[in-house]
């Protein structure tokens, strides 16, 4: 396992953009986009290796990854919220 394996890397359709959205919360804001979710999702892992790579070539440390039971449990939590609810109910996003 690298280290890209460690972090959470999603990808969603989003209806206002017409495509699908790549995103890895953890490492970078933004991320990548496209019309379909497989190049999407590749797309994306290449960015987090580049990523990774770049702390790594200015000697920072990566933050801390976010996955497994611990992204189960912030999901979990914000599924629960009543934003959550409204977003749902509105088909809009709700914000971490």
């Given at each position: 396992?690298?280290?890209?394996?460690?972090?959470?890397?999603?990808?969603?359709?989003s209806d206002s953009d017409g495509c699908f959205l790549g995103s890895c919360p953890e490492l970078f804001y933004g991320g990548c986009h496209g019309s379909e979710s497989r190049r999407v999702f590749d797309d994306l892992c290449e960015i987090v290796e580049e990523t990774i790579a770049l702390y790594r070539e200015d000697g920072k440390s990566l933050p801390p990854p976010m996955s497994g039971r611990?992204?189960?449990?912030v999901m979990q939590?914000?599924?629960?919220?009543?934003?959550a609810v409204d977003a749902v109910r509105h088909r809009a996003s709700v914000g971490v």
């Open positions: 396992m690298n280290a890209a394996d460690r972090y959470v890397k999603l990808i969603e359709w611990q992204f189960v449990s939590g914000i599924a629960s919220s009543s934003q």
